[in-house]
């Protein structure tokens, strides 16, 4: 069973950068869909950016010009790069890996975007 740990998250002000990573303990060349998702105090978890087995890429309104994901299968890594943050993307952040039969999370990781 692959696992996921997140890592990169952190306190940061209004319009800086932070890169999220996704370390899987196994291959995941073949896991048909890796995203991130997050979830804010009193809301509920949304899906922020996927990206697919064949580099397809999916991203929620709200971060599209701003955020950038991307897989390294040699690397059994996703990222998300996350520039000119808000305070509205606070939240923990959290990797998933999609597939038949499969759908694994991770521990998340605190994002917080503050003056």
């Known amino acids: 069973q692959v696992q996921l740990v997140e890592s990169g998250g952190g306190l940061v002000q209004p319009g800086g950068s932070l890169r999220l990573s996704c370390a899987a303990s196994?291959?995941?060349?073949?896991?048909?869909?890796m995203g991130w998702y997050r979830q804010g105090p009193g809301k509920q978890r949304e899906m922020v950016a996927t990206?697919?087995?064949?580099?397809?890429?999916n991203y929620a309104d709200s971060v599209k010009g701003r955020f950038t994901i991307s897989r390294d299968n040699a690397k059994n890594t996703v990222y998300l790069q996350m520039n000119s943050l808000k305070p509205e993307d606070t939240a923990v952040y959290y990797c998933?890996?999609?597939?038949?039969?499969?759908?694994?999370w991770g521990q998340g990781t605190q994002v917080t975007v503050s003056s």
């Open positions: 990206v697919s087995r064949s580099g397809s890429t």
């Open positions: 998933n890996a999609a597939d038949v039969g499969v759908n694994l």
């Open positions: 196994g291959s995941i060349f073949r896991i048909a869909v």
